[in-house]
C-alpha cells in the first residue's frame, strides 16, 4: 500500500511539475505521457464508499448510498462524468482546490471564495489502484 502511495506523489509531482510549466513547450521539449492501467468499475463504487465520497457528494442513481452529511456538500455526481478524462478527474480529487467545479452551488462558490476547496486532500490516503478504479466507477455512473 505504501509502494502505491509513493508512486502517487512521484505521479502527481511529474504532473505537477509539467503544468507548472509557464511558457509554451519547446520544439526540443518532451511531452510527458503516463499510461495508467485500466480500472475496475466494481471496485472504484467500493473505493468511493471506503473514502468516505457520501459524505459530501450524492449519486442519485444510487439510491442505497448514505445522504452526504457535510454543511458544504459538493455537487451531485452524475452521467455528466462520462466524458470526462483521466486528467481532469484525478486533478478534481487529487487536488480539489485547484478548480472549483462549475456544478458547485452559488452559496457554497461564494463562501469560498478566495479560500480553498472544503474537499479533503486525497493525495496522501488514496493508491493509484484507488484512483484509477474511481475513475472508472466516476465514469460509469448513470
Known sequence: MKTYRVIVSVILGVLAAAAAACSPPTPSAVPVVVNFPVGDV????????????TT???????PTFPAPVS?????ALDQGLANRDFSYLATAVMSP????????????RAHMEGTLS????FSRVMT????VDLHSY???IK
Open 42 to 53: 466494481a471496485a472504484g463504487r467500493q473505493a468511493f464508499l471506503d473514502l468516505k465520497c
Open 56 to 62: 459530501c457528494h450524492r449519486v442519485p442513481s444510487e
Open 71 to 75: 454543511a458544504n456538500p459538493g455537487p
Open 97 to 108: 482546490s485547484h478548480t472549483l467545479s462549475p456544478e458547485t452551488s452559488a452559496d457554497v
Open 118 to 121: 472544503p474537499m479533503g486532500d
Open 128 to 131: 493509484v489502484r484507488q484512483l
Open 138 to 140: 466516476l465514469r460509469a
